[in-house]
């Protein structure tokens, strides 16, 4: 086995309590001392603190020196709307295959001079060789090596950072800004994977203790780990790549075509144009003959990823597979998320998961299934 | 109090034994959120998979400890799963069993032994 990197926040975790697992290549902490459970409901009502430097960060700038020709690049490889990005705002992007399939779902951020992005962890290096090998010719591509990259999430998010910041207080939902915090030059979205308001902070590597150590001295702030993020994650709808949406899923399947913008549509002034746009592009016309949906377990019983779906209690052949799936301590009840066929895919639609052999019964839930909280 | 490889504890209870997890386990296991108890009269042998215990990470089977008969369950877990990492070696018991041989009980680690067992 190749050794694990390690964050710049390790050693931290390692004196927080955390306990370190085995996490796309890093040795991540899953849980601190205080638990899943409580990490969780810790975010949903003050503010927590995610270590998520393992995601990849990119830049890219224009070789004309116009970000405008860097984001219309860009657009060859990803069905949003790039060029559509004002500056100082970030929109939620995937990468797609020839197949419609989805290669990697990323953040695009629309910093002035260059655009940022952020990848994840398991695909960056895929990303990284996808992007030199289409972009290479309008772009220059620089890998971030030298940053760290916090997550501050939850409601008392906004108070904890302005005690650091007086540039983030009056950020909405997708803003970014470029502020000086503890005399680091940090680049500061207000975004995240919880469902919550918040933060996502790329700060220098040498500077991400004591930001971390001073967010953490605040009251509202603790650690939380993977586990935490996963339910928060979950419970919000928000899809984990390599579970829930994959090289075998199209946006249309995967329910997110509202992170596609009209532009790219077929009638849109830049329609097309990106990787498997005949097959994604015809499936918003005919429909996908399956969609990713909510499911709401109907008994106590999680029903975790890869779950075998039923559409009743006697038939064999299954119709579909719980994709994440856990208890969402929120809800105070189990959650899940998966594929079923279109005509099956209602809100409300009774369907059943063979849970150790026995077919329990679960309903298609409208998703997010907590409120998100963000600031419009 | 005797212990099982597979982390339960079993505890004589006139001629009945009594059987949880340990703390260590309910400790490892996290929040646990889910308990599906087997039925009371149900005729079980030793590594029988019984009972299934979901925390906030992972489903775990808890096994027969020895061959015998589930006499009675602790339906208190249904509703309140938490409670086996409140209070896991008393008022979360799981299941109360007659054994088939109850001097198999002898064989079991005893407190020094699954100390040194779990290190």
């Known amino acids: 086995m190749t050794e694990l990197l390690q964050t710049p926040l390790f050693d931290l975790h390692v004196s927080l309590g955390g306990k370190m697992v085995p996490f796309a290549g890093y040795d991540m902490p899953v849980q601190y001392p205080m638990g899943v459970m409580k990490e969780h409901n810790h975010t949903r009502e003050q503010s927590g603190l995610f270590d998520v430097s393992h995601m990849g960060q990119v830049i890219l700038r224009a070789k004309s020196g116009d970000t405008r020709d860097a984001a219309l690049a860009l657009e060859t490889l990803v069905p949003m709307s790039i060029a559509g990005v004002a500056e100082n705002r970030q929109r939620y992007a995937f990468f797609t295959n020839e197949n419609g399939g989805i290669l990697d779902d990323l953040m695009v951020a629309n910093r002035g001079d260059h655009l940022f992005l952020v990848v994840n962890a398991a695909c960056k290096d895929a990303d990284i060789a996808h992007m030199r090998a289409h972009l290479s010719d309008a772009c220059d591509i620089e890998v971030i090596e030298d940053r760290a990259l916090l997550a501050l999430q939850g409601p008392a998010s906004e108070a904890a950072l302005a005690r650091l910041s007086s540039d983030v207080a009056a950020m909405k939902f997708m803003d970014v800004v470029t502020t000086e915090i503890l005399g680091a030059e940090c680049w500061v979205s207000r975004s995240g994977y919880t469902g919550e308001d918040g933060y996502e902070i790329s700060v220098p590597n040498d500077k991400a203790v004591a930001l971390a150590e001073a967010l953490l001295a605040m009251e509202e702030v603790e650690p939380i780990g993977l586990g935490a993020r996963d339910s928060l994650r979950l419970e919000g709808g928000l899809c984990l790549y390599g579970n829930d949406i994959d090289t075998g899923t199209t946006p249309v399947e995967a329910a997110l075509l509202w992170a596609i913008q009209k532009v790219r549509r077929a009638d849109g002034e830049r329609a097309g144009g990106f990787p498997g746009a005949d097959v994604i592009l015809g499936q918003m016309v005919n429909g996908a003959s399956r969609k990713r949906v909510g499911i709401q377990p109907s008994g106590r019983a999680p029903m975790r990823g890869h779950t075998v779906l039923f559409a009743d209690e006697t038939s064999t052949d299954p119709i579909g597979e719980i994709t994440s799936g856990g208890f969402g301590p929120t809800v105070q009840a189990p959650v899940a998320m998966g594929y079923v066929p279109k005509e099956l895919s209602t809100i409300g639609t009774e369907i059943f998961a063979e849970v150790r052999g026995k077919r329990m019964p679960a309903t298609v839930a409208a998703m997010p299934f907590t409120p998100a909280n963000f600031k419009r | ?119």
Do not use: C
């Open chain 2, 1 to 119: 109090m005797k212990f099982t490889e597979e982390h339960e504890w079993l505890r004589k209870d006139g001629d009945v034994v009594i059987v949880g997890i340990t703390a260590h386990a309910a400790e490892a296991l996290g929040e646990i959120v889910f308990v599906e108890l087997p039925e009371a009269d149900t005729e079980v042998a030793k590594d029988d998979d019984v009972v299934v215990i979901e925390s906030v990470k992972a489903a775990s089977d808890i096994l027969a400890p020895l061959d015998g008969e589930i006499v009675e369950v602790n339906e208190a877990l249904t509703e309140n799963p938490g409670l086996i990492n409140e209070d896991p070696q008393e008022g979360a018991w799981i299941f109360k069993m007659k054994l088939s041989d109850p001097s198999e009980m002898d064989a079991l680690m005893d407190e020094d032994a699954y100390k040194a067992h779990i290190g």
